[in-house]
């Protein structure tokens, strides 16, 4: 029997914006209204089929508070790419999603990345054309995503799998 390779991710970007839902779900295929923070860091995994074979995304789960900016850094190492997820209808949390791409370039100088914009449910999405410009900017990949309708959500996975599998 062979084995499967884990690799793991990383889900970054401010508090609220969604990484937690994402997550869910992703691996559990479900959807919370509320929810409490993350505090300091959560996981979990789900085997991903990829045309080389399966994988296990050990999916590392950020928080997004700036009081656990400290504790963080411990956690990235190790991993093999990182979604920086931003709230498609908050301009602050874009703005923030450069300082997170920073604190993880400093950690892993070699780290590939995925922008998401999430929350494309909601009808005051105005953000997205500045996401696809930040994700250019720093070579990434743009993707768009709801954690309430799960649109986009196992291809972003499925994406990153991918992205992860070649790192």
């Given at each position: 029997m062979q084995s499967i390779p884990v690799l793991k991710v990383v889900v970054a970007g401010?508090?609220?914006?969604?990484?937690?839902?994402?997550?869910?779900r992703f691996c559990e295929e479900k959807f919370e209204h509320s929810r409490l923070a993350t505090i300091g860091v959560d996981f979990q995994t789900k085997i991903v089929p990829l045309p080389a074979g399966e994988v296990k995304l050990s999916i590392w789960d950020m928080?997004?508070?700036?009081?656990?900016?400290?504790v963080r850094?411990?956690?990235?190492?190790?991993?093999?790419?990182?979604?920086?997820?931003?709230?498609l209808t908050i301009?602050?949390?874009?703005?923030?999603?450069?300082?997170?791409?920073l604190e993880i370039k400093r950690i892993l100088p070699d780290q590939r990345f995925i922008v998401v914009g999430n929350k494309s449910d909601l009808s005051e999405v105005t953000y997205e054309w500045a996401g696809v410009r930040l994700a250019r900017t720093i070579d990434a990949a743009y993707l768009r995503t709801s954690a309430l309708t799960g649109e986009g959500v196992d291809h972003l996975?499925?994406?990153?799998?991918?992205?992860?599998?070649?790192s």
């Open positions: 401010d508090g609220n914006v969604g990484k937690t839902s994402l997550i869910r928080a997004g508070q700036k009081r656990f900016k400290d850094a411990g956690f990235y190492r190790g991993s093999r790419a990182t979604v920086l997820v931003y709230d301009a602050e949390s874009l703005i923030n999603l450069y300082r997170w791409y996975f499925h994406i990153l799998a991918l992205v992860a599998s070649h």
